[in-house]
């Protein structure tokens, strides 16, 4: 009986030692991207869903020199690797994420230069941040303190969080050792040779070359009902002001003014601009009673 036991714990551990090895060079959340090659795994199509950890562990390794802010509309539609980029900039890294807002982008920022604050080769020169109407929107009826540390938060350097070393083994043994993992590390050697594969790479950047099939298979008429549709029923549960109950500020002017005060205090120039938006959006704005708070 002690012998099958031995037999059966070897065995157990050789498999998952196996799984954990094979995880671990597929890498299917793109977090340690100790092989990048393209037909075997360089395409992420589980990584986009996983942003907020793979970013937060990938923009200490890259150590940009350039940051993208903001959210899915940053990280679909700047390209960190486009030529524009100044050459005091490069590397830039894409650290935004769908569906955030100023909190957000101010945590990632802090967490970022606090990975850099003790090497002044590796500092940050330029922010691009992408705001957005619906990240100012708040209730002007309360007074709303900043929003607490989450989940995503407590894998972050600068949070005054004791327990980072805890969320970063969540992070890794789930990426390595889950039975989810195993299934993302086979979709992504499946998706290799697939053109329309959802991607994230390793500078952050979502192609979302996934909806050049969806559009080319339901039409651009139908994408833009369906997100019309969606962004009216956004809009009409959302507030219609940008101040609280203070009528001077809000947390997320708050966050704005502190991404200013950290960008002039570290000498890193910040572009800030507001998304270009479709004129169904802006007709959607107007539909819901947002167009003077958008002006």
């Not at 030692?17 to 793109?30: C, E, K, L, R, S």
């Not at 679909?76 to 100023?102: C, F, K, M, Q």
Request: with cysteine; aromatic share 10%; proline share 5%.
């Amino acid at each position: 009986m002690h012998r099958y036991l031995v037999v059966w714990l070897t065995a157990t551990v050789a498999l998952l030692f196996a799984i954990a090895t094979f995880n671990v060079m597929v890498d299917p959340y793109g977090l340690f991207r100790l092989m990048d090659k393209p037909g075997f795994n360089r395409i992420k199509p589980t990584a986009a869903a996983q942003g907020a950890m793979t970013k937060a562990y990938q923009v200490l390794r890259v150590q940009p020199k350039g940051l993208i802010l903001g959210n899915s509309r940053a990280e679909v539609g700047i390209d960190p690797n486009h030529p524009s980029w100044p050459e005091y900039a490069r590397p830039v890294y894409n650290l935004a994420l769908p569906g955030t807002g100023t909190a957000t982008s101010l945590r990632y920022l802090q967490h970022a230069l606090a990975a850099t604050a003790d090497d002044q080769n590796a500092r940050l020169k330029m922010v691009v941040w992408g705001i957005d109407i619906m990240d100012f929107l708040t209730d002007a009826t309360v007074m709303r303190s900043q929003p607490p540390m989450g989940k995503d938060d407590r894998r972050l350097l600068a949070m005054d969080n004791t327990t980072r070393w805890q969320q970063q083994i969540r992070d890794y043994s789930e990426s390595i050792m889950t039975l989810t993992a195993l299934l993302n590390s086979v979709q992504t050697l499946a998706a290799q040779r697939d053109p329309y594969a959802i991607d994230l790479t390793s500078q952050g950047f979502n192609p979302m070359r996934d909806y050049l099939k969806i559009s080319a298979d339901e039409g651009y008429w139908n994408v833009f009902r369906q997100k019309d549709q969606a962004n009216i029923k956004a809009y009409l549960r959302r507030p219609n002001s940008i101040l609280n109950a203070s009528g001077r500020t809000s947390h997320q002017l708050d966050d704005l003014r502190e991404v200013l005060r950290l960008c002039r205090q570290n000498g890193i120039d910040l572009r800030i601009f507001i998304y270009p938006y479709h004129a169904h959006l802006l007709e959607i704005f107007r539909i819901t009673g947002h167009w003077p708070v958008f002006e």
